[in-house]
């Protein structure tokens, strides 16, 4: 779901609402610990379906549209209407009504739309509730047993492709596989702007705390910094009701296959989430576990207490590809909701160069178009003095077809803007697909482990 607008928690301009001003954690050595010992998982639920996404390119192109936004240019890139976006669903019920939704460790609200929503579109404008393309009619609050409304309080959450939603906020029973969090808090929107599959009736959040998108007003409209209620996303809460022997939750996301990709087919082995241990799919011997970097609300950078942390961030030592090892400034986000990479303008460029024939940037689109049978240069990404390498079949993606009808492809690797601190470059699932990431968000470590080749 990619990089979402939050809240400054200081506001030094005074404004009650700015993009937050991130600063990476320093690190005063290069720190990897050793590979924590990770127990099989307790649960494991497979991602079953993968889906093309025919009516919009969401979580794909989330970062390409803010910036063609930014730029004046208009909303809709030249890929409208291709396939290549995926993304990575589960089952699961709340209150004992059944959803798919999406599996997203780039944010932390989990909800799920609530019957008789009401649908806009991204320009605010009301549309037929059917334009939202939810797989349910929604979550129908009164037929739960088990919904406990939170009165007084308002959801209210923009994520990074501009799709936004608010409304109320509850409590509920939220089930997935084998594990059932009792009173989870969740919003329970009834204004959505959302560009839907047909399948998902929602999303799972499993960032942190301070990143969750609830605030102490009735009116959604009045959400800011200062009134902001923070609250354990799903796991968390999963933890401290002891539902997990072990604070871990794991994704092995699988790549599907091209003609997959391009064809629409459902997928029924798309990998696993799973909790309180390792996803359980084959992995080599390479694994690091490392600190997840925190972000200092004052612009002071912080190693220590008073680092708040948001997102899975990782502190990468290099991106290695031919002819280059390149040490990043800034960090990126580990995010299952976005599909691509993003990089520094400089990696992007540098490497997608390396292609034979090298990409080249499609300016209107803003996107780096590729041959679909270029030969892909090797990737390999440098954590905690490991190096994690990218297979060739994630950096090339189908992204639709031309006027004559031939399929246009795109690098898996994209821009993400100028190499700063503050920026937040996203690590998708063109990286995700070739490790399994396990989430130990109560020690604020990940470890990475490389999976065999599939
Ligand atoms: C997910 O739910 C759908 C619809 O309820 C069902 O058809 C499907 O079998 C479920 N998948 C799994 C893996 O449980
Ligand atoms: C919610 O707000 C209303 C009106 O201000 C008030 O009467 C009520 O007591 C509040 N409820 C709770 C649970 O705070
Ligand atoms: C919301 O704000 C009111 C007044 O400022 C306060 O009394 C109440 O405890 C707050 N509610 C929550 C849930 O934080
Ligand atoms: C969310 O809050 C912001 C202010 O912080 C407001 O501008 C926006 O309209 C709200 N969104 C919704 C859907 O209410
Ligand atoms: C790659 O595809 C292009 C058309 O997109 C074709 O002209 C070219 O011959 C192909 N090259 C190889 C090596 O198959």
Redesign the pocket.
């Known amino acids: 779901m990619g990089v979402l607008t939050v809240f400054v928690a200081l506001s030094l301009l005074g404004a009650t609402r700015s993009e937050y001003t991130f600063v990476r954690r320093v690190s005063l050595a290069p720190r990897s610990l050793e590979p924590a010992v990770l127990p099989a998982a307790e649960f494991a639920v497979p991602f079953t379906a993968k889906t093309p996404r025919r009516k919009s390119k969401k979580t794909a192109l989330a970062a390409l549209r803010g910036k063609s936004r930014a730029l004046g240019g208009s909303s809709t890139v030249a890929v409208d209407g291709s396939d290549f976006d995926d993304e990575y669903l589960t089952n699961a019920t709340i209150g004992g009504q059944h959803f798919s939704l999406i599996v997203d460790t780039g944010s932390s609200d989990t909800w799920v739309a609530q019957r008789g929503f009401n649908c806009f579109d991204l320009d605010e404008n009301p549309v037929p509730e059917a334009t939202c393309a939810f797989g349910t009619p929604g979550f129908n609050t009164a037929a739960s047993k088990t919904f406990q409304p939170f009165p007084n309080v308002s959801f209210n959450i923009t994520y990074g492709d501009g799709e936004f939603l608010s409304g109320p906020v509850g409590f509920d029973t939220v089930t997935i596989g084998g594990l059932s969090v009792a009173r989870q808090e969740i919003g329970v929107p009834t204004l959505t702007a959302w560009e839907g599959d047909g399948i998902n009736t929602g999303l799972i959040g499993l960032a942190f705390p301070d990143l969750t998108s609830v605030y102490n007003t009735t009116d959604p409209t009045k959400a800011s910094a200062e009134n902001q209620i923070p609250y354990n996303p799903l796991f968390l809460s999963a933890v401290s009701q002891k539902k997990v022997a072990h604070p871990f939750f794991s994704v092995a996301l699988d790549r599907g296959t091209f003609d997959q990709q391009e064809n629409d087919p459902f997928d029924p082995n798309l990998g696993f989430l799973a909790f309180g241990g390792i996803a359980p799919v084959p992995v080599v011997n390479t694994a690091v576990t490392v600190p997840i970097e925190g972000y200092s609300a004052t612009g002071t950078p912080s190693n220590g207490p008073g680092s708040d942390f948001f997102f899975y961030t990782v502190e990468v030592e290099a991106y290695t590809f031919p002819g280059a090892s390149v040490r990043p400034v800034g960090s990126p986000i580990l995010d299952t909701g976005t599909t691509l990479n993003f990089m520094s303008t400089e990696v992007t460029t540098a490497y997608n160069a390396k292609f034979d024939p090298p990409a080249v940037l499609d300016e209107d689109a803003g996107l780096w178009v590729v041959?679909?049978?270029?030969t892909v240069p090797e990737f390999g990404v440098k954590i905690g003095g490991k190096t994690f390498t990218i297979d060739a079949r994630d950096q090339i993606l189908p992204a639709g077809t031309d006027d004559n009808g031939?399929?246009i492809c795109i690098s898996g690797t994209q821009d993400g803007g100028p190499d700063v601190a503050d920026n937040i470059f996203i690590l998708g699932d063109v990286f995700l697909h070739n490790v399994v990431a396990t989430f130990n968000p109560v020690a604020a470590e990940i470890t990475l482990t490389q999976r065999a080749k599939y």
């Open positions: 041959e679909c049978n270029a031939n399929i």
